[in-house]
């Protein structure tokens, strides 16, 4: 219902009004207004108030000015351009009755370019994404984290070290070589001094090989790296890490080291074994590996029967974290 902005009574009062007995002035005593207003809704066959929009609404443009408008419109052009390049064809045209056109039309905006949205580029189990990440400073001393994740399957492993060297990271590569049921075949990885020593040279070239890049040219992998100062390029690391604190560093209160491993262990079984990715669609980690165990076997080291034994897989991946 709508109401005058200047009416002193609603629909009920005019109702009790029309319908009571009572004289005038004992009707204006009681609702609490004047005698002219009774009167006025006492004689009247209805409650709610008039319309106060006009009849007839003239507008300075005709349909076929207004629908020539609505068509540049459609063509992308904006409402500056369309009423400056009608005005040599339309005399009354102007921007606000332009603008005014649209607006009735639901043209007033344009619509937004559809954005490509970029996605992951589909490989096989074998793209492992690492970085690190450091824990909260407990027990008066810092400890870092280094998180790898395979493209395809999403399958998680961690490892702890005290320090953030080319030695710990190289040494977390022989292990998850080891332990991985799959073979790697692509690393990438970000620039820190851990991983390549490229970004510390001017022409991009370093004199000595890196001692990761040593391990991944014998154990024939292909290390790649992301743009410098891109750290958005390794965005599944990124995105894993940020996955991993609030859920554990960040959700709970912990005392020692000992608490936040097994605080992240135990996101790590659930990140592998009971979650279910949208991007995998809807299956685990674990689920995802199985099949595509039956139909790529040429990429995995193990057998079917090593496979399908969670706890061992399990066992491999806890032996990560315990350094």
Aim: glycine share 2%; hydrophobic share 30%.
């Amino acid at each position: 219902m709508h109401y005058h902005r200047n009416a002193v009574t609603n629909q009920n009062q005019r109702l009790l009004i029309q319908k009571s007995n009572d004289s005038l002035i004992e009707l204006s005593e009681k609702i609490q207004t004047s005698v002219q207003t009774i009167i006025k809704w006492k004689h009247l066959k209805r409650i709610a108030d008039k319309s106060s929009r006009p009849a007839m609404i003239y507008y300075a443009l005709d349909n076929n000015e207004q629908n020539l408008i609505a068509f540049c419109r459609k063509s992308g052009l904006s409402l500056d351009d369309i009423w400056q390049g009608l005005t040599k064809y339309i005399t009354q045209v102007n921007r606000i009755n332009t603008y005014r056109t649209l607006k009735r039309k639901g043209l007033n905006r344009l619509p937004r370019e559809e954005r490509d949205v970029k996605k992951f580029k589909k490989y096989l189990p074998g793209y492992l994404h690492l970085d690190w990440f450091y824990l909260p400073r407990l027990e008066n001393n810092r400890r870092y984290c280094i998180v790898a994740i395979d493209r395809a399957t999403k399958w998680l492993t961690v490892g702890f070290y005290p320090h953030m060297t080319k030695g710990n990271a190289s040494h977390f590569l022989q292990r998850i070589k080891e332990e991985l049921p799959f073979k790697i075949r692509i690393i990438l990885t970000d620039n820190g001094f851990s991983f390549t020593n490229k970004r510390y040279n001017r022409n991009g070239k370093a004199k000595k090989k890196h001692l990761f890049d040593l391990f991944c040219k014998q154990f024939a992998i292909e290390h790649r790296l992301t743009q410098i100062k891109h750290p958005w390029t390794n965005g599944m690391a990124e995105n894993i890490i940020k996955q991993i604190k609030n859920n554990t560093t960040r959700k709970f209160t912990l005392n020692s080291y000992q608490e936040a491993e097994k605080c992240i262990q135990s996101y790590l079984y659930y990140h592998n074994f009971v979650k279910k990715h949208r991007s995998l669609e809807f299956k685990t980690s674990y689920e995802t590996m199985l099949n595509y165990y039956q139909t790529h076997k040429h990429l995995f080291t193990r057998k079917l029967t090593d496979m399908q034994n969670s706890k061992k897989i399990l066992n491999n991946v806890m032996k990560l974290t315990t350094y």
